[in-house]
């Protein structure tokens, strides 16, 4: 078991959506209808590593989809990113290319462009099948580094053990001193993570808990 301490939750206030919110009515759809260019996939659900920007067409060259939302919001260009953070659906492949569509969080579900294949990997699960998360599904910076195996191990037990909470949001991961006064020791890093209850933006909470020991 890993040196984890469930210390409080409480109302998220980190997720604030701009906008108007977009809610799917369905993810799922005939690909081959959906395939212009390339052949239809399963609509497997994937992750990415890192961040890349959408394109309109399988290539390089070709044009990058414009975050219509931002773009309106800042006065300017703005591109469409997909990050670790999101899930994907594929749709259509093509010459080392895939067209994916946005699957989770729920408000980017109209989000869709081409990726190269090698931005895609597959969602770790469990024996069972639950999601397992690993390094790749995290931002890490200079503060979460240091621990990131600790990190890693406390976050999956979070999903399995505490109550409400069978996914997470991965960039949500962040240490927070502001609360080692509810430590014994206050030596002891203070981390926290939001919860996702379900599939609504509104339907979130944060756990904070603290490690044990020496980073690893």
């Known amino acids: ?32 209808n959906a395939c212009t260019i390339g052949t239809p996939t399963a609509n497997e659900v994937v992750s990415v590593t890192g961040s890349h920007t959408l394109h309109d067409k399988p290539s390089e060259a070709s044009e990058r989809v414009v975050n219509q939302k931002a773009s309106g919001i800042l006065k300017r260009i703005e591109y469409q990113n ?13 010459d080392g290319w895939t067209l994916i569509r946005v699957a989770s969080p729920p408000y980017l579900t109209d989000v869709q462009g ?8 597959s969602i770790s699960q469990t024996a069972d099948g639950s999601r397992m998360y690993v390094e790749d599904d995290f931002s890490w910076d200079e503060e ?26 991965t960039a949500t991961l962040f240490r927070d001193d502001s609360n080692n006064n509810l430590v014994d020791n206050k030596n002891d890093p203070v981390f926290f993570i939001t919860c996702l209850r379900s599939d609504r933006t509104t339907d979130v909470f944060n756990v904070w808990f603290y490690l044990s020991g020496e980073p690893k």
């Open 1 to 32: 078991m890993p040196h984890l301490n469930l210390m409080k939750f409480a109302p998220a206030k980190l997720l604030v959506v701009t906008g108007t919110v977009i809610i799917a009515l369905t993810m799922m759809f005939q690909a081959a």
């Open 82 to 94: 997909i990050d670790q953070s999101e899930t994907l659906q594929t749709l259509c492949q093509e």
């Open 114 to 121: 081409w990726v190269p294949n090698s931005a895609l990997r």
């Open 144 to 169: 979460t580094t240091p621990y990131k195996s600790i990190l890693i191990k406390d976050v999956n037990y979070i999903v399995r053990h505490h109550p409400g909470c069978p996914k997470i949001d």
